[in-house]
């Protein structure tokens, strides 16, 4: 199977502006979830979404959202782009069909850089 | 609160030698998986082994096993016969107990590099 893919791979953006990012889950898998990767405050989970819906959401303002599709491709967008919103952006997709947490396979991420 | 906890920032070991790194842990679960993931250079999250709570048998890959010990949340990885390509950060993760949620509390990671 192919594995989870992100794109873009790389991004740059000045403040203000919008960016969105997709990514492709595994075949199959449900779940798709969504980390920011920062040199200062390290992994940190934004949100995941599990048959079109967000399950959960973590602690992130409201200029991050996201959604995803009937395929299960998932898209996150950024609004009103900050410096500090520069970061790796990984994807992680999970079959999640026990119910409870699951293992979690990762994209390849996307550098986003806010100039 | 969950914390994930590696407190070793760095460690290096010699090629084709044995390594071990730490990690601890705190949830009021009692059915839960714990993950070591690795992120080379390329930055790709990799998953090295996974640990389902309830199994008092510690899991291993190859030349790579855990040590885990639930008492004391202690889940430690070891890395036998090193090689270069296991230069990487080296991040121990829990997933928060929301149900059905897959959102994993990572820890602040262990830089390894194998010396040749």
């Known amino acids: 199977k192919a594995g989870v893919t992100q794109t873009p791979r790389y991004l740059i953006k000045t403040r203000g502006q919008q960016v969105t990012l997709s990514c492709s889950p595994i075949s199959g898998h449900r779940s798709v979830s969504w980390y920011q990767q920062t040199p200062g405050q390290g992994l940190q989970f934004l949100f995941e979404?599990?048959?079109?819906?967000?399950?959960n959401k973590g602690n992130f303002p409201g200029r991050f959202s996201g959604r995803q599709f009937s395929n299960s491709r998932s898209e996150m967008n950024v609004s009103t782009l900050e410096l500090g919103d520069s970061a790796l952006y990984l994807c992680?997709?999970?079959?999640?069909?026990?119910?409870?947490?699951?293992?979690?396979?990762f994209g390849p991420g996307t550098r986003l850089t806010v100039l | 609160a969950q914390t994930v906890t590696q407190s070793q920032p760095e460690m290096s070991v010699q090629e084709a030698e044995t390594v071990t790194l730490s990690c601890t842990y705190d949830?009021?679960?009692?059915?839960?998986?714990l993950f070591w993931y690795k992120q080379p250079p390329s930055r790709q999250m990799i998953l090295v082994i996974r640990?389902?709570?309830?199994?008092?048998q510690n899991a291993t890959e190859n030349r790579f096993s855990v040590n885990f010990q639930k008492a004391a949340k202690s889940f430690s990885l070891k890395i036998s016969d090193s090689q270069l390509g296991d230069t990487a950060m080296y991040f121990c993760a829990f997933p928060l107990p929301l149900t059905g949620a897959n959102n994993l509390f990572f820890g602040t990671g262990t830089r390894l590099t194998v010396i040749p």
């Open positions: 640990q389902e709570a309830y199994k008092q």
């Open positions: 979404y599990f048959s079109e819906t967000q399950r």
């Open positions: 949830t009021s679960e009692n059915n839960y998986y």
């Open positions: 992680a997709s999970s079959l999640a069909t026990s119910g409870r947490a699951d293992t979690q396979y």
